[in-house]
């Protein structure tokens, strides 16, 4: 129950701070950049971990492909949303339905692995948590901030893609349940892989003039931190349950 209600909780602020301060378009980005050094470090020291020391009998490592690739065409219907590429794009440029699709998938297949999650507070949970916070903050910007959106009553399918995409994980928990356990390493491989990319383009989008970007790396540097905190504590944390 905490972990469905962190979740949802994180797309509905996200998508308030959007509305309320979407302009700022520095925010967004600074917001992304921190998330991305958080994910790629919680991909590093704790999905990939536990995928490669499944024992499966077969590599993993072409599901972690597969997550790659499947976040590419993804981004096909997102028109890059996740990387915070909407002031690339005209409005009409994006489908409110593709990019309703693309999204829920998305977060439906990070849902997923959480159905066998041990701890409450998993580093992979608040991966996700802390990865919903700034795209639901674009979302939040995108949707409602537009010319044709009124400040006051927002439009049925604005309002709908923000449930959808607040429900999606928690039903892709919901539908975890119903797996075999087993397959767990798999699908922790293919989020992997969406993890990976989607931070990987984040982080290393070139500066313009390739100039050294001291906030950006300044950012990067503390999601990175902030995820090794929290591997360490649930560490402990674990290693404190297991005596």
């Not at 429900?167 to 397959?183: E, R, V």
């Amino acid at each position: 129950m905490i972990t469905v209600l962190l979740l949802i909780l994180s797309v509905i602020t996200g998508v308030f701070l959007g509305k309320h301060f979407g302009k700022k378009e520095k925010l967004a980005k600074n917001l992304l950049i921190l998330s991305a050094g958080f994910l790629i470090t919680i991909c590093l020291n704790e999905v990939f971990p536990q995928v490669y020391t499944a024992e499966t009998g077969s590599s993993l490592g072409i599901f972690v492909i597969a997550g790659v690739l499947l976040q590419m065409i993804l981004e096909a219907l997102t028109k890059g949303f996740e990387h915070g590429h909407v002031h690339h794009h005209s409005e009409h440029n994006i489908l409110p339905v593709a990019l309703m699709a693309g999204l829920f998938v998305h977060a439906f297949i990070e849902g997923i692995p959480l159905a066998n999650e041990e701890h409450e507070f998993s580093p992979y949970l608040l991966g996700i948590v802390f990865h919903n916070l700034p795209i639901s903050f674009i979302l939040g910007a995108f949707l409602f901030n537009r010319k044709n959106e009124s400040r006051s009553t927002p439009s049925y399918p604005s309002l709908l893609i923000v449930i959808l995409f607040a429900l999606a994980s928690p039903m892709g928990m919901l539908l975890g349940n119903y797996f075999n356990p087993d397959l767990q390493p798999y699908f922790l491989a293919v989020v992997g892989g969406i993890f990976l990319h989607i931070s990987s383009v984040i982080i290393f989008e070139s500066n313009k003039n390739h100039n050294i970007d001291w906030t950006k790396i300044g950012l990067v540097i503390v999601g990175v931190s902030l995820a090794l905190v929290m591997h360490l504590f649930h560490d402990h944390s674990a290693v404190g349950h297991h005596h």
